[in-house]
Nanobody, 117 residues
Framework: QVQLVESGGGLVQAGGSLRLSCAAS????????MGWYRQAPGKQRELVAG???????TYADSAKGRFTISRDNVKNMLYLQMNSLKPEDTAVYYC???????????WGQGTQVTVSS
């Protein structure tokens, strides 16, 4: 089992920055993939950025050039640096972890990000 706890969300003006953090605990030694997802009201949850244990990254087109995902495998932390925020980035942001032998993924409870225009 893996437990994930996000933090760092809040209210920011357009053009501002936020840094989200996700603390992983439990059986973290075999986590392969970690990612940030977001869900806006009335919309499906979508991938924002992901990173493997080998530090390979992937980004949604909307995040490229503005967001940076990073991972500290020693501290079991996942981060998302978000710059040049836009109102359309407003959503609940979730941390996700995957282990190769588990049939399900693990999710945090989410952290609200609100960008005002």
């Amino acid at each position: 089992q893996v437990q994930l706890v996000e933090s760092g969300g809040g209210l920011v003006q357009a053009g501002g920055s936020l840094r989200l953090s996700c603390a992983a605990s439990g059986s973290t030694f075999s986590i392969e993939f970690m990612g940030w997802y977001r869900q806006a009201p009335g919309k499906q949850r979508e991938l924002v950025a992901g990173i493997t244990s080998g530090a390979a990254t992937t980004y949604a087109d909307s995040a490229k050039g503005r967001f940076t995902i990073s991972r500290d495998n020693v501290k079991n932390m996942l981060y998302l640096q978000m710059n040049s925020l836009k109102p359309e980035d407003t959503a609940v942001y979730y941390c996700k972890a995957e282990r190769p032998l588990d049939p399900i993924a693990y999710w945090g409870q989410g952290t609200q990000v609100t960008v005002s225009s």
